[in-house]
């Protein structure tokens, strides 16, 4: 009997801590990403294209640019994050000598553009100004963006600002460094979104090929194919979608 007792001891100790160290480690990555806390309701806020619209459309519209177009900053916000403002990645096993990064999310990647946060550190550094990009500068200069160190993720406004000012800065700076100086708008809408999915080294390198993509290139785990794809048959649905509202 003792024997079973002690049996009965260790399977709860065992269990103890192996609830002890998914507290641990879910506390961890809460500090690492405090977006995780919105895990109960994230589901909840996904939305179909037509709310999508509905609920951000102004926003889109305010903040759009000369490349970005309202429904083309609509179909990223679709595709990369359903229209949820507090959209998460997956979390994942993967093995590691760090015990903290054995079951951990995906990606630093947070809301409705799927913001990493090496992206976020750059874009928060713009804003939109009468849909044209401008640079965070002196709290003096009228001419600059004011308030920049608030912006964050999971806010509609910010993030879509922050994503029509990244992107059209990154297109601008990529066909100026390969020398591009005619390009149509789709070719520069493609080209944000290689950014947008794969980053600016890639973009440059989508442009070196003459805006083509190789076959069964990826990013991560999506086919860029099927990706630009997804955007292109989006885009068209939004821009129904504005004609419609516009009526």
């Keep these: 009997m003792t024997r079973f ?7 709860w100790c065992c ?9 641990l480690n879910w506390t961890y990555q809460v500090i690492r990403k405090p977006g995780e806390l919105f895990a109960p309701v994230s589901a909840s806020l996904s939305k179909s294209p ?5 609920s951000y459309g102004p926003l889109f519209e305010k903040y759009s640019t000369s490349i970005l177009s309202p429904e083309f900053l609509a179909t990223l916000a679709q595709v990369e994050g359903d229209g949820n403002p507090v959209a998460r990645t997956y979390w994942r096993w993967q093995w590691s000598w760090n015990p903290f990064e054995i079951y951990r999310p995906a990606s630093s990647a947070l809301g409705m553009f799927q913001i990493t946060d090496g992206t976020f550190a750059q874009a928060r550094k713009y804003c939109i100004r009468d849909h044209k990009v401008v640079t ?6 009228l001419r600059s963006c004011w308030f920049n160190s608030f912006y964050t993720r999971i806010i509609p406004s910010h993030s879509t600002q922050m994503t ?6 990154s297109v601008v700076n990529t066909l100026a460094a390969r020398r591009v100086a005619k390009a149509s708008l789709v070719q520069r809408q493609k080209l944000a979104a290689v950014i947008h999915l794969c980053g600016v080294k890639r973009g440059e390198t989508f442009v070196t090929r003459g805006f083509q993509v190789t076959t069964g290139e990826r990013c991560g785990t999506q086919s860029l194919r099927r990706y630009l794809n997804q955007v292109d048959l989006m885009k068209q649905r939004f821009a129904r979608l504005r004609t419609a509202t516009e009526l």
């Design 5 to 11: 007792r002690r049996r009965g001891a260790v399977v």
């Design 15 to 23: 269990v103890l801590a192996i609830g002890g160290f998914f507290l």
């Design 136 to 141: 965070d500068g002196a709290w003096y200069d």
């Design 50 to 54: 037509q709310s999508t619209w509905q």
């Design 164 to 169: 029509a000012a990244y992107l059209h800065q």
